[in-house]
């Protein structure tokens, strides 16, 4: 990344850095909406389904601040060692909590559809937020696992440095290798399973149905489906560095551009198309949605009017 930023003439620097920015500023901007949303309905806020999802919306925020704050300093300010670590702490939590919600969000559907009678008594409010809790909680041991092993193997020295402020730069030895592909082969296995298995659950029920009955297993069963592209949505980051090596290694000449390309597409853009997609597709969400921004639009326009 060092030999990335000195490669890059300013102005490419400022351009790559301004889009890095505006793209993240739209994107929570338009998530911001989904997040206002949800805490200006009450009907929201009393659903552990709607709970689970602006979790997952409030969660990618975090990251995209995070990951475009990393992004930009790599090209202005090196970061100390410390700050650095507690930023990557951050990010690599955050990282974690998408799968896993999305998991969680997969098993409230299951529940929903093959287990009806019991979903108000399994699905309540404050089990979504001890889940949430539980998935933080899990997310959060590799991130400190990694400060564990820079404790353990480099000199506390080290945290008064400054560094160029990126996963890779700063967790590069062979344990940092081994616990990340350990702990991604764990956590992707269990979602991809968790959500296949609930997806073929809702499928049978499906079929077993009929009427309205039917039709609510069906959307259930096309919800979880939307789980499993959100869950490919989230492994982009993952092979992001296995795309750079390729591209890089046939295209050397444009390493700085693939680095940047790849980043923005794996990242940055990652992050709007998994709630949006959901947000939309949901009516109630959508209708509430237009409901609180048509009518302050058209009020402000009112106010104008007058």
């Given at each position: 990344m060092n030999s990335t930023r000195r490669?890059?003439?300013?102005?490419?620097?400022?351009?790559?850095?301004?889009?890095?920015?505006?793209?993240?500023?739209?994107?929570?901007?338009i998530n911001g909406a989904f997040v206002y949303t949800y805490f200006k309905s009450q009907v929201f806020q009393r659903d552990p389904r709607y709970v689970l999802y602006i979790h997952l919306v409030i969660n990618d925020m975090i990251m995209l601040t995070v990951s475009v704050a990393?992004?930009?300093?790599?090209?202005?300010?090196p970061l100390r060692f410390a700050p650095c670590c507690i930023m990557l702490l951050i990010l690599?939590?955050?990282?974690?909590?998408?799968?896993?919600?999305?998991?969680?969000?997969?098993?409230?559907?299951?529940?929903?559809?093959?287990?009806?009678?019991?979903?108000?008594?399994?699905?309540?409010?404050?089990?979504?937020?001890?889940?949430?809790?539980?998935?933080?909680?899990?997310?959060?041991?590799?991130?400190?696992?990694?400060?564990?092993?820079?404790?353990?193997?480099?000199?506390?020295?080290?945290?008064?440095?400054?560094?160029?402020?990126?996963?890779?730069?700063?967790?590069?030895?062979?344990?940092?290798?081994?616990?990340?592909?350990?702990?991604q082969?764990?956590?992707?296995?269990?979602?991809?399973?968790?959500?296949?298995?609930?997806?073929?659950?809702?499928?049978?029920?499906?079929?077993?149905v009929s009427g309205s009955n039917q039709a609510s297993a069906r959307n259930a069963r096309n919800t979880i489906l939307l789980h499993g592209v959100q869950l490919l949505i989230c492994m982009l980051s993952y092979i992001s560095p296995f795309l750079n090596l390729i591209l890089v290694t046939t295209w050397p000449q444009e390493r700085t551009k693939i680095f940047f390309s790849c980043f923005l597409f794996t990242n940055v853009l990652p992050r709007l198309l998994s709630p949006l997609i959901y947000g939309i597709r949901d009516k109630k969400f959508s209708s509430h949605i237009r409901l609180h921004f048509c009518c302050k639009c058209c009020n402000s326009v009112g106010k104008r009017v007058k």
């Open positions: 490669q890059d003439s300013f102005n490419d620097a400022f351009t790559k850095n301004f889009i890095t920015f505006a793209f993240g500023f739209i994107i929570n901007s990393l992004q930009i300093m790599t090209y202005t300010i690599v939590t955050t990282n974690k909590n998408s799968p896993l919600n999305l998991a969680g969000m997969a098993v409230e559907r299951y529940i929903a559809v093959c287990r009806p009678l019991r979903h108000v008594q399994i699905c309540t409010v404050q089990r979504a937020y001890a889940l949430i809790a539980l998935i933080w909680g899990i997310s959060i041991i590799p991130a400190f696992t990694d400060i564990i092993i820079i404790l353990a193997t480099k000199p506390l020295s080290v945290f008064s440095s400054s560094v160029i402020c990126y996963p890779t730069y700063i967790y590069n030895t062979p344990y940092h290798k081994t616990q990340s592909t350990v702990v082969v764990l956590l992707f296995s269990f979602v991809f399973l968790t959500v296949i298995v609930t997806y073929l659950k809702v499928l049978c029920a499906a079929r077993a």
